[in-house]
């Protein structure tokens, strides 16, 4: 098994292209079903840290106070930040914002499967969230090891 790993905000196409647009660092992936993603990079990471007592959730690559922007954005439209890895394909941790708070999660697998979970919370299709689930795993395999 090639290990990898993604950290990811996930939203509709506008609502990324508005969070990209606060983050100079942001690199957008388009993906179907109106969706996109913003992958957490060590340089993305570094760069959103700050003091916060705000909660991380038991995200590995979750920046200090990231929680309190989350939910700044959330107040537009659904927002999900969502964590996969060779291991856990189906999602290691999810979780989904809406309205300033977590509306679904932190998932984990003992959930079901947090990605699809999310995903169809987003709004993608039953139908779609394999062939979703499984774009997203190969945006993992193509990410330079600092993603």
């Known amino acids: 098994m090639v290990p990898y790993e993604l950290n990811a905000l996930i939203a509709t196409d506008e609502l990324i292209t508005v969070v990209a647009a606060e983050l100079p660092l942001a ?7 109106g969706l996109a993603l913003i992958p957490m990079t060590d340089e993305l990471h ?5 003091p916060s ?7 590995k690559r979750f920046p200090s106070g990231f929680a309190l ?3 700044g954005w959330s107040k537009a439209a ?3 930040f969502a964590e996969i890895d060779a291991e856990h394909p189906a999602g290691r941790r999810a979780a989904l914002w809406y309205d300033g708070r977590i509306t679904l999660g932190p998932l984990t697998p003992a959930d079901g ?3 699809d979970r999310i ?8 139908a779609a969230l394999s062939e979703l689930a499984a774009a997203l795993a190969s945006l993992v395999a193509a990410e330079p090891p600092d993603a």
């Open 27 to 33: 690199r957008v992936t388009r993906l179907s079903h």
């Open 46 to 50: 570094n760069a959103l840290q700050h």
């Open 53 to 59: 007592t705000a909660p991380d959730y038991d995200f």
């Open 69 to 71: 922007r989350i939910a």
């Open 78 to 80: 659904q927002i999900a």
């Open 113 to 115: 499967a947090p990605l």
């Open 119 to 126: 995903l169809h919370a987003l709004g993608a299709p039953a």
